[in-house]
Protein backbone atom coordinates (compact mmCIF):
# COMPACT_ATOMS: atom_id res chain seq x y z
CA UNK A 1 0.00 0.00 0.00
CA UNK A 2 0.55 3.27 -0.58
CA UNK A 3 2.22 5.70 2.09
CA UNK A 4 -0.77 7.69 3.25
CA UNK A 5 1.11 10.96 2.37
CA UNK A 6 1.73 9.36 -1.06
CA UNK A 7 -0.58 10.38 -3.63
CA UNK A 8 -0.07 7.14 -6.22
CA UNK A 9 -2.88 4.76 -6.45
CA UNK A 10 -4.13 3.55 -3.29
CA UNK A 11 -5.13 0.58 -4.05
CA UNK A 12 -2.22 -2.00 -5.52
CA UNK A 13 -3.55 -5.59 -6.37
CA UNK A 14 -6.82 -5.69 -8.93
CA UNK A 15 -8.69 -7.26 -6.46
CA UNK A 16 -7.74 -4.59 -4.35
CA UNK A 17 -9.22 -2.26 -6.60
CA UNK A 18 -11.93 -4.00 -7.69
CA UNK A 19 -13.47 -4.83 -3.85
CA UNK A 20 -13.13 -0.25 -3.89
CA UNK A 21 -14.09 0.71 -6.83
CA UNK A 22 -17.23 -1.93 -6.14
CA UNK A 23 -17.66 -0.47 -2.87
CA UNK A 24 -17.24 3.33 -4.22
CA UNK A 25 -19.44 3.29 -7.30
CA UNK A 26 -22.27 0.86 -5.80
CA UNK A 27 -22.02 0.05 -1.88
CA UNK A 28 -23.00 0.02 0.66
CA UNK A 29 -22.11 -4.04 -0.31
CA UNK A 30 -21.48 -6.89 2.19
CA UNK A 31 -18.64 -9.18 2.06
CA UNK A 32 -20.48 -12.03 0.44
CA UNK A 33 -22.22 -9.74 -2.66
CA UNK A 34 -18.92 -8.42 -3.06
CA UNK A 35 -17.64 -11.94 -3.75
CA UNK A 36 -20.35 -12.81 -5.54
CA UNK A 37 -20.45 -9.89 -7.73
CA UNK A 38 -16.08 -10.32 -8.37
CA UNK A 39 -16.26 -13.36 -8.57
CA UNK A 40 -13.49 -13.40 -5.77
CA UNK A 41 -13.21 -16.05 -2.68
CA UNK A 42 -14.94 -14.32 0.72
CA UNK A 43 -11.35 -14.46 1.81
CA UNK A 44 -9.77 -12.46 -0.78
CA UNK A 45 -12.51 -9.93 -0.26
CA UNK A 46 -11.19 -9.38 3.57
CA UNK A 47 -7.95 -9.48 2.70
CA UNK A 48 -8.36 -6.97 0.13
CA UNK A 49 -10.50 -4.88 2.51
CA UNK A 50 -8.58 -4.80 5.44
CA UNK A 51 -5.66 -1.82 4.77
CA UNK A 52 -8.98 -0.04 2.72
CA UNK A 53 -10.61 -0.04 6.38
CA UNK A 54 -7.48 0.66 8.59
CA UNK A 55 -6.27 3.49 6.30
CA UNK A 56 -10.33 4.90 6.56
CA UNK A 57 -11.28 4.87 3.44
CA UNK A 58 -14.03 1.74 3.96
CA UNK A 59 -15.79 1.65 7.06
CA UNK A 60 -18.44 -1.35 7.84
CA UNK A 61 -21.92 -0.35 8.66
CA UNK A 62 -24.02 -2.04 11.57
CA UNK A 63 -25.21 -5.95 10.62
CA UNK A 64 -28.16 -5.68 8.22
CA UNK A 65 -28.13 -8.88 6.44
CA UNK A 66 -27.29 -12.70 7.73
CA UNK A 67 -25.57 -14.22 5.43
CA UNK A 68 -27.36 -17.47 5.51
CA UNK A 69 -29.91 -19.95 6.93
CA UNK A 70 -28.53 -20.44 10.40
CA UNK A 71 -25.56 -18.58 10.26
CA UNK A 72 -24.04 -17.41 13.12
CA UNK A 73 -23.04 -13.70 12.22
CA UNK A 74 -25.05 -11.46 10.16
CA UNK A 75 -22.77 -10.05 7.45
CA UNK A 76 -21.32 -5.83 7.88
CA UNK A 77 -21.75 -4.55 4.73
CA UNK A 78 -19.03 -2.42 3.66
CA UNK A 79 -19.47 1.74 2.64
CA UNK A 80 -16.80 4.32 1.66
CA UNK A 81 -16.23 6.88 4.52
CA UNK A 82 -16.84 10.05 2.60
CA UNK A 83 -15.20 12.37 4.43
CA UNK A 84 -11.94 10.53 4.50
CA UNK A 85 -10.49 12.94 1.77
CA UNK A 86 -11.48 15.72 -0.05
CA UNK A 87 -11.15 16.51 -3.81
CA UNK A 88 -10.61 19.31 -5.40
CA UNK A 89 -12.36 19.85 -9.24
CA UNK A 90 -11.77 23.12 -11.58
CA UNK A 91 -13.16 23.30 -14.62
CA UNK A 92 -11.94 26.19 -17.37
CA UNK A 93 -14.07 28.11 -19.64
CA UNK A 94 -12.53 30.58 -22.04
CA UNK A 95 -14.46 33.38 -19.14
CA UNK A 96 -14.25 31.14 -15.99
CA UNK A 97 -12.62 28.70 -13.77
CA UNK A 98 -15.73 27.13 -11.86
CA UNK A 99 -14.36 25.30 -8.72
CA UNK A 100 -15.50 22.62 -6.45
CA UNK A 101 -14.45 20.61 -3.25
CA UNK A 102 -16.17 16.63 -3.24
CA UNK A 103 -15.70 14.89 -1.03
CA UNK A 104 -15.22 10.76 -1.22
CA UNK A 105 -18.68 9.99 -3.13
CA UNK A 106 -18.42 13.17 -5.43
CA UNK A 107 -21.14 15.02 -2.84
CA UNK A 108 -19.86 19.00 -3.69
CA UNK A 109 -19.07 20.39 -0.07
CA UNK A 110 -17.73 23.78 -1.93
CA UNK A 111 -18.02 25.80 -4.77
CA UNK A 112 -16.38 29.36 -5.66
CA UNK A 113 -16.29 30.68 -9.53
CA UNK A 114 -13.01 33.20 -10.70
CA UNK A 115 -14.05 34.96 -13.69
CA UNK A 116 -11.11 34.79 -16.18
CA UNK A 117 -9.93 38.23 -18.78
CA UNK A 118 -6.93 36.67 -20.21
CA UNK A 119 -6.70 33.02 -21.46
CA UNK A 120 -3.14 32.66 -21.44
CA UNK A 121 -1.83 29.33 -19.70
CA UNK A 122 0.12 31.44 -17.08
CA UNK A 123 -2.65 33.68 -16.26
CA UNK A 124 -5.17 30.94 -15.76
CA UNK A 125 -3.02 29.16 -13.59
CA UNK A 126 -2.16 32.09 -11.47
CA UNK A 127 -6.38 31.98 -11.10
CA UNK A 128 -6.28 28.31 -10.20
CA UNK A 129 -3.89 28.75 -7.45
CA UNK A 130 -6.34 31.26 -6.02
CA UNK A 131 -9.49 29.14 -6.57
CA UNK A 132 -7.78 26.24 -4.64
CA UNK A 133 -6.59 28.46 -1.69
CA UNK A 134 -10.07 30.43 -1.97
CA UNK A 135 -11.95 26.61 -1.82
CA UNK A 136 -8.95 25.44 1.01
CA UNK A 137 -8.52 27.68 3.00
CA UNK A 138 -12.28 28.64 3.86
CA UNK A 139 -14.60 27.08 6.37
CA UNK A 140 -15.47 23.34 6.23
CA UNK A 141 -11.49 21.97 6.80
CA UNK A 142 -10.65 20.53 3.68
CA UNK A 143 -6.85 21.41 3.43
CA UNK A 144 -5.55 19.03 5.27
CA UNK A 145 -7.29 15.61 3.68
CA UNK A 146 -7.24 16.91 0.32
CA UNK A 147 -4.08 16.44 -1.72
CA UNK A 148 -5.54 15.96 -5.12
CA UNK A 149 -6.75 18.40 -7.90
CA UNK A 150 -8.98 17.35 -11.11
CA UNK A 151 -9.02 19.79 -14.11
CA UNK A 152 -11.24 19.73 -16.84
CA UNK A 153 -10.36 21.85 -20.31
CA UNK A 154 -12.47 21.29 -23.50
CA UNK A 155 -10.42 19.86 -26.49
CA UNK A 156 -7.40 17.55 -26.94
CA UNK A 157 -6.15 16.38 -23.86
CA UNK A 158 -3.37 13.60 -22.95
CA UNK A 159 -5.15 12.28 -19.14
CA UNK A 160 -1.30 10.48 -19.20
CA UNK A 161 1.04 12.79 -20.11
CA UNK A 162 -0.91 15.61 -18.19
CA UNK A 163 -1.22 17.68 -21.59
CA UNK A 164 -3.63 19.70 -23.48
CA UNK A 165 -2.54 19.14 -26.84
CA UNK A 166 -5.34 21.35 -28.05
CA UNK A 167 -7.51 23.71 -26.69
CA UNK A 168 -9.32 26.06 -29.56
CA UNK A 169 -11.52 28.46 -26.88
CA UNK A 170 -8.32 28.62 -24.65
CA UNK A 171 -6.45 28.88 -27.98
CA UNK A 172 -3.69 26.53 -26.26
CA UNK A 173 -1.25 24.47 -27.87
CA UNK A 174 1.02 21.77 -25.81
CA UNK A 175 0.29 23.53 -22.50
CA UNK A 176 1.81 20.77 -19.84
CA UNK A 177 -0.94 21.32 -17.09
CA UNK A 178 -0.55 18.72 -14.68
CA UNK A 179 2.95 19.56 -14.20
CA UNK A 180 2.04 23.67 -13.97
CA UNK A 181 -0.93 23.17 -12.12
CA UNK A 182 0.94 20.84 -9.53
CA UNK A 183 3.51 23.99 -9.01
CA UNK A 184 0.81 26.17 -8.29
CA UNK A 185 -1.18 24.35 -6.09
CA UNK A 186 1.40 21.95 -4.40
CA UNK A 187 -1.47 19.15 -5.12
CA UNK A 188 -1.56 16.44 -7.34
CA UNK A 189 -3.26 16.79 -10.83
CA UNK A 190 -4.98 14.95 -13.03
CA UNK A 191 -6.28 16.70 -16.07
CA UNK A 192 -9.13 15.11 -18.47
CA UNK A 193 -10.91 16.36 -21.45
CA UNK A 194 -14.42 18.20 -20.10
CA UNK A 195 -16.82 15.73 -21.68
CA UNK A 196 -14.81 12.62 -20.77
CA UNK A 197 -14.29 14.46 -17.17
CA UNK A 198 -18.41 14.50 -17.16
CA UNK A 199 -18.81 11.07 -18.60
CA UNK A 200 -16.59 9.72 -15.38
CA UNK A 201 -18.51 11.49 -13.12
CA UNK A 202 -21.94 9.77 -15.04
CA UNK A 203 -19.97 5.97 -15.29
CA UNK A 204 -19.02 6.00 -11.50
CA UNK A 205 -21.47 8.26 -9.39
CA UNK A 206 -24.70 9.41 -11.42
CA UNK A 207 -26.82 7.29 -13.91
CA UNK A 208 -24.36 5.67 -15.93
CA UNK A 209 -23.61 3.22 -12.84
CA UNK A 210 -23.60 -0.25 -13.65
CA UNK A 211 -24.24 0.38 -17.51
CA UNK A 212 -22.52 -1.04 -20.04
CA UNK A 213 -22.58 1.09 -22.79
CA UNK A 214 -24.02 4.94 -22.95
CA UNK A 215 -22.91 8.30 -24.48
CA UNK A 216 -23.00 11.36 -23.17
CA UNK A 217 -23.21 14.69 -25.89
CA UNK A 218 -22.92 17.80 -25.12
CA UNK A 219 -24.01 20.50 -26.69
CA UNK A 220 -22.75 24.50 -26.62
CA UNK A 221 -19.87 26.30 -27.46
CA UNK A 222 -18.75 23.00 -28.36
CA UNK A 223 -20.63 19.66 -29.39
CA UNK A 224 -18.69 17.23 -27.04
CA UNK A 225 -19.58 13.30 -26.50
CA UNK A 226 -18.38 10.80 -24.02
CA UNK A 227 -18.59 7.40 -24.75
CA UNK A 228 -18.53 4.19 -22.60
CA UNK A 229 -18.20 1.02 -23.93
CA UNK A 230 -17.96 -2.07 -22.26
CA UNK A 231 -18.17 -0.91 -19.36
CA UNK A 232 -15.33 1.57 -19.84
CA UNK A 233 -14.56 5.20 -21.01
CA UNK A 234 -13.46 5.21 -24.23
CA UNK A 235 -10.67 7.31 -25.05
CA UNK A 236 -8.87 6.67 -28.33
CA UNK A 237 -5.18 5.71 -28.73
CA UNK A 238 -4.76 9.00 -29.71
CA UNK A 239 -6.33 10.55 -26.81
CA UNK A 240 -9.22 11.56 -29.04
CA UNK A 241 -12.55 9.62 -29.06
CA UNK A 242 -16.13 10.82 -29.14
CA UNK A 243 -15.48 13.94 -31.32
CA UNK A 244 -18.91 14.05 -32.57
CA UNK A 245 -18.66 18.02 -32.80
CA UNK A 246 -16.12 16.80 -35.73
CA UNK A 247 -18.12 14.80 -37.79
CA UNK A 248 -18.60 16.25 -41.11
CA UNK A 249 -22.45 16.36 -41.76
CA UNK A 250 -22.39 18.59 -44.41
CA UNK A 251 -19.54 18.51 -47.30
CA UNK A 252 -20.85 22.57 -48.79
CA UNK A 253 -21.19 23.43 -45.02
CA UNK A 254 -19.08 26.02 -43.52
CA UNK A 255 -15.77 25.67 -42.84
CA UNK A 256 -14.59 25.16 -39.03
CA UNK A 257 -12.27 26.42 -36.82
CA UNK A 258 -10.69 22.90 -36.52
CA UNK A 259 -9.83 22.78 -40.29
CA UNK A 260 -12.34 20.59 -41.49
CA UNK A 261 -15.74 21.68 -42.95
CA UNK A 262 -19.11 21.50 -42.36
CA UNK A 263 -18.83 20.11 -38.75
CA UNK A 264 -21.35 19.73 -36.66
CA UNK A 265 -19.92 22.30 -34.57
CA UNK A 266 -19.62 24.70 -37.30
CA UNK A 267 -23.14 24.68 -37.93
CA UNK A 268 -24.58 24.05 -34.38
CA UNK A 269 -21.73 25.33 -31.73
CA UNK A 270 -23.14 28.54 -30.14
CA UNK A 271 -20.43 30.94 -32.19
CA UNK A 272 -22.05 29.17 -35.45
CA UNK A 273 -25.41 29.98 -34.66
CA UNK A 274 -24.62 33.63 -33.24
CA UNK A 275 -22.94 34.25 -36.95
CA UNK A 276 -25.75 32.90 -39.03
CA UNK A 277 -28.18 34.60 -36.97
CA UNK A 278 -26.25 37.71 -37.52
CA UNK A 279 -26.03 37.19 -41.20
CA UNK A 280 -29.36 36.71 -42.37
CA UNK A 281 -30.83 39.40 -40.12
CA UNK A 282 -27.84 42.04 -40.82
CA UNK A 283 -27.45 42.85 -37.43
CA UNK A 284 -23.68 42.84 -36.42
CA UNK A 285 -23.80 42.89 -32.99
CA UNK A 286 -26.45 40.31 -32.32
CA UNK A 287 -26.15 38.17 -29.15
CA UNK A 288 -26.92 34.64 -28.41
CA UNK A 289 -29.98 35.75 -26.50
CA UNK A 290 -31.23 37.59 -28.81
CA UNK A 291 -31.40 35.79 -31.78
CA UNK A 292 -32.87 33.01 -29.45
CA UNK A 293 -35.45 36.16 -28.65
CA UNK A 294 -36.17 36.54 -32.54
CA UNK A 295 -36.63 32.67 -33.10
CA UNK A 296 -39.06 32.21 -30.24
CA UNK A 297 -40.47 35.73 -31.47
CA UNK A 298 -41.60 34.00 -34.41
CA UNK A 299 -38.36 35.23 -37.11
CA UNK A 300 -38.25 32.35 -39.53
CA UNK A 301 -34.74 33.33 -40.64
CA UNK A 302 -33.26 32.94 -37.65
CA UNK A 303 -36.04 30.09 -36.70
CA UNK A 304 -34.14 28.00 -39.50
CA UNK A 305 -30.50 28.55 -38.16
CA UNK A 306 -31.91 27.17 -35.29
CA UNK A 307 -33.31 24.22 -36.84
CA UNK A 308 -30.59 23.55 -39.10
CA UNK A 309 -28.36 23.12 -36.01
CA UNK A 310 -30.45 21.00 -34.70
CA UNK A 311 -30.85 19.00 -37.44
CA UNK A 312 -26.51 18.90 -37.91
CA UNK A 313 -26.52 17.80 -33.84
CA UNK A 314 -28.93 14.71 -34.61
CA UNK A 315 -27.26 13.52 -37.23
CA UNK A 316 -24.03 13.62 -35.12
CA UNK A 317 -25.79 11.56 -32.73
CA UNK A 318 -27.05 8.89 -35.18
CA UNK A 319 -23.38 8.57 -35.85
CA UNK A 320 -22.44 7.96 -32.63
CA UNK A 321 -25.84 5.47 -32.55
CA UNK A 322 -24.59 3.74 -36.00
CA UNK A 323 -21.53 2.97 -34.71
CA UNK A 324 -21.06 2.10 -31.61
CA UNK A 325 -24.93 1.48 -30.44
CA UNK A 326 -24.94 2.43 -26.72
CA UNK A 327 -27.48 1.58 -24.66
CA UNK A 328 -28.75 4.82 -24.48
CA UNK A 329 -28.01 8.44 -25.09
CA UNK A 330 -27.92 11.23 -22.69
CA UNK A 331 -28.07 15.12 -23.76
CA UNK A 332 -26.73 17.87 -22.18
CA UNK A 333 -25.34 21.09 -22.01
CA UNK A 334 -25.66 24.81 -21.45
CA UNK A 335 -26.52 24.92 -25.64
CA UNK A 336 -29.99 23.51 -23.89
CA UNK A 337 -31.25 26.61 -22.69
CA UNK A 338 -32.54 27.13 -26.38
CA UNK A 339 -33.97 23.36 -26.11
CA UNK A 340 -37.40 24.51 -27.34
CA UNK A 341 -35.76 25.80 -30.63
CA UNK A 342 -33.34 22.89 -31.26
CA UNK A 343 -35.74 19.71 -30.22
CA UNK A 344 -37.66 18.94 -32.21
CA UNK A 345 -34.81 19.32 -35.00
CA UNK A 346 -32.44 16.84 -32.72
CA UNK A 347 -34.97 14.09 -32.76
CA UNK A 348 -35.90 14.66 -36.51
CA UNK A 349 -32.12 13.87 -37.33
CA UNK A 350 -31.57 11.53 -35.43
CA UNK A 351 -34.30 9.58 -36.39
CA UNK A 352 -33.67 10.36 -40.42
CA UNK A 353 -30.31 9.21 -39.70
CA UNK A 354 -30.24 6.62 -37.52
CA UNK A 355 -29.62 2.54 -39.00
CA UNK A 356 -32.12 0.22 -37.94
CA UNK A 357 -32.94 -0.52 -34.63
CA UNK A 358 -30.30 2.26 -33.66
CA UNK A 359 -32.93 4.65 -33.61
CA UNK A 360 -35.08 3.10 -30.11
CA UNK A 361 -31.86 4.41 -28.64
CA UNK A 362 -33.19 6.53 -25.85
CA UNK A 363 -32.39 10.21 -26.05
CA UNK A 364 -32.93 11.55 -22.46
CA UNK A 365 -32.36 15.38 -22.73
CA UNK A 366 -31.19 17.12 -19.43
CA UNK A 367 -29.89 20.33 -17.92
CA UNK A 368 -26.61 20.32 -16.67
CA UNK A 369 -25.05 23.15 -14.16
CA UNK A 370 -21.68 24.19 -14.63
CA UNK A 371 -20.45 22.94 -11.51
CA UNK A 372 -21.67 19.40 -12.44
CA UNK A 373 -18.78 19.97 -15.14
CA UNK A 374 -16.17 20.84 -12.20
CA UNK A 375 -17.74 17.59 -10.80
CA UNK A 376 -16.96 15.77 -13.03
CA UNK A 377 -13.08 16.79 -12.87
CA UNK A 378 -12.77 16.04 -9.25
CA UNK A 379 -13.94 12.55 -10.18
CA UNK A 380 -11.14 11.86 -12.07
CA UNK A 381 -9.44 12.81 -9.49
CA UNK A 382 -10.91 9.89 -7.19
CA UNK A 383 -10.65 8.07 -10.09
CA UNK A 384 -6.40 8.54 -9.86
CA UNK A 385 -7.05 6.62 -5.67
CA UNK A 386 -7.61 3.32 -7.84
CA UNK A 387 -4.79 1.84 -10.69
CA UNK A 388 -7.09 1.16 -13.38
ZN1 LIG B 1 -14.49 20.72 -37.01
Known amino acids: MSSETGTGALTETPAATAVFTA ?17 LSSAAVTKAARPLIE ?9 TERTGPGAGRPASPLAVQADREF ?5 ITADELIGVVCDLCTEVRASAHRPLSDPSPGAVLAEVALLVEELLGGPGGFRERTRRLGIAVSGDVD ?3 GLVRYSPFLRWRNVPLRERAAE ?4 AVTVENDVKALTTAEHWFGEGVGAESFALVTVGTGIGCGLVVNGRLVSGSHGVAGEIGHIGVDANGPDCHCGGRGCVEAIAGTHALVRRSRECTGR ?22 FARGGTAIGMGIAAVANLVGPARIVVSGEGLAAYDLLGEHIRAGFERQAFGAAVECPLSIRPLPFEQWARGAAAVSIQSLVAL
Open 159 to 161: RDG
Open 55 to 63: MGYLRELAA
Open 23 to 39: VLTEGPLSRVSLARRLG
Open 184 to 187: ATGL
Open 284 to 305: AGLTLDEAVALARGGDEDVRAV
Open 87 to 91: FVGVK
